[in-house]
């Protein structure tokens, strides 16, 4: 007897056999994976430490207020009023709202949300639809009204992803509105340094002109008596107007600096003429680093600003990654359907539904790849800017360290030359009184020994200005947790 073996029966319609179903499952799987599998796109800049700028000088300590050490009250309530009534400020303080604002935003989509619908519309509905009768070819009050539930659970960090980099973005707002606080203060400084540059000039011309208006007198008493000549008059008329020219200028130099400080203060003329005489500390107390400290990267507003501006552009990448995963959401939803006003409050015309949906990307002919492209490069961008404030702030540090050096150099150098010049001025004027020369012998050290007294004048409010400057490049007293939101 010959044994045969069982034919399967077909499967009943609407059913599939094991086989079938697991192929299915299988085509299922491969095509979200498919769907999630992410290109590769690798940052191609890497951002520079302060080992590869050599940085090693040691920590510089600054008070938030550092130009009080300069030692001028009226500087200090200039830099104030500057603070408090800048233009500027106000765009930076609006800025770090806005980002705020973005930030809040993108926190509130990791949340559920609910709304609520309701219409209420007159239509004649057809007799010829699927509309039964008694309702066919009437005009008929439509109410709906319905309340709807959403959650987005992103499973795949999109949307975490998304905050981190909008909170980064605020960071990156407050530190670039204490870096505008510091470049303002550090403005306010250089203007009333020059306030005062003007001051010494105007003092030593107005000297030199009280000086030289005695020496004419007495070069015209001596011409009338027949004791010089026309030329000695002439050399002693010409050094005074020198003299007086040194001063229009220096008069007009402090009136463009205090108009300049009036701008900083975000006032007008007025503010500028009401600006009294400088009272500068000659030597201020100012810390002068031997070497670029190892630690300017953490001291800079600008630098926290481009760093914060990396991790914004690392998140948004991540977003750009992420969005080759699938995304799940959660919805809800409930409320009333009726024909009638009659039937809208019956409670047999309640709806309700829930469940689960998910969006999985399987093509778009490349915009998600370009998408993570544009999120690759924009983060190359940033850490390239952050490499360029980097090197911009050690070399600010270098040139302002070699400017104090040689402006504290080059005065104690200046004030020999204006003292030789004050002993032969001294001496060449015995000579004269003497007989032993003429005043025309005198003019060129004159105009030398001004210009020298001048050149004294400038180089020490260089000095000063030179370690203002300083201290705005070391960061003027920033601090990366006071000042990351204001």
Request: glycine share 8%; proline share 5%; charged share 20%.
């Amino acid at each position: 007897m010959r044994l045969t073996p069982p034919v399967p029966a077909p499967p009943l319609p609407g059913t599939c056999s094991f086989a079938r179903c697991r192929a299915g499952l299988a085509a299922a799987i491969a095509l979200l994976f498919a769907g999630c599998a992410v290109p590769a796109s690798h940052p191609a800049v890497s951002a520079a430490t302060p080992t590869t700028l050599a940085l090693a000088g040691p920590s510089v300590q600054l008070a938030p207020d550092w130009w009080r050490a300069i030692g001028d009250p009226q500087l200090d309530r200039l830099v104030a009023d500057a603070l408090a009534g800048n233009p500027s400020l106000d765009i930076a303080a609006a800025r770090v709202r806005q980002a705020q604002a973005v930030l809040e935003r993108q926190d509130a989509e990791r949340g559920p949300a609910a709304d609520l619908d309701a219409q209420v519309q007159g239509s004649r509905l057809s007799g010829r639809y699927t509309i039964p009768p008694p309702f066919a070819g009437t005009v008929r009050a439509l109410g709906t009204a319905q309340a709807g539930l959403s959650w987005n659970l992103d499973l795949f960090g999109r949307q975490k992803a998304a905050i981190e980099g909008a909170a980064a973005q605020a960071r990156a707002a407050g530190y670039d509105a204490a870096a505008a606080r510091l470049m303002l203060a550090g403005s306010v400084v250089q203007s009333y340094v020059e306030v005062a540059r003007a001051e010494r000039r105007a003092a030593i011309a107005a000297r030199t002109i009280s000086a030289r208006e005695g020496s004419l007198s007495l070069v015209q008493t001596r011409e009338r008596n027949r004791l010089a000549s026309r030329i000695d008059t002439a050399a002693a008329g010409t050094l005074l107007a020198q003299a007086r020219l040194a001063l229009v200028q220096a008069q007009a130099a402090r009136v463009l600096a205090t108009n300049a400080l009036a701008a900083l203060a975000g006032r007008g003329s007025d503010y500028a003429a009401a600006i009294g005489t400088t009272h500068l500390a000659p030597d201020a107390a100012l810390p002068v680093p031997a070497a670029i400290p190892a630690d300017l990267l953490a001291r800079r507003a600008d630098i926290a600003a481009a760093q914060a501006r990396i991790v914004a552009a690392g998140a948004e990448r991540q977003v750009a990654r992420r969005a080759f995963y699938p995304n799940i959401n959660l919805s809800a939803l409930a409320g009333l359907q009726a024909i009638g006003f009659g039937n809208f409050v019956d409670l047999d015309s309640g709806t309700a539904g829930g469940g689960a949906a998910i969006h999985l990307p399987l093509f778009d002919n490349g915009r998600r790849r370009a998408d993570l492209a544009g999120a690759t490069a924009a983060l190359d961008v940033a850490t390239a800017q952050y490499n360029d404030a980097v090197v911009t702030a050690a070399r600010q540090v270098a040139d302002a360290i070699a400017q104090v050096r040689t402006a504290d150099a080059t005065q104690a150098r200046q004030r020999e030359v204006t003292a030789g010049f004050a002993e032969t001025n001294r001496l060449n004027t015995v000579r004269v009184a003497s007989g032993l020369n003429s005043r025309l012998d005198l003019v060129d050290n004159d105009v030398r020994l001004l210009d020298a007294q001048l050149a004294d004048a400038n180089l020490s409010i260089d000095a000063l200005a030179a370690r203002a400057q300083l201290a705005t490049a070391l960061g003027g007293g920033f601090d990366p947790v006071q000042d990351a939101i204001r």
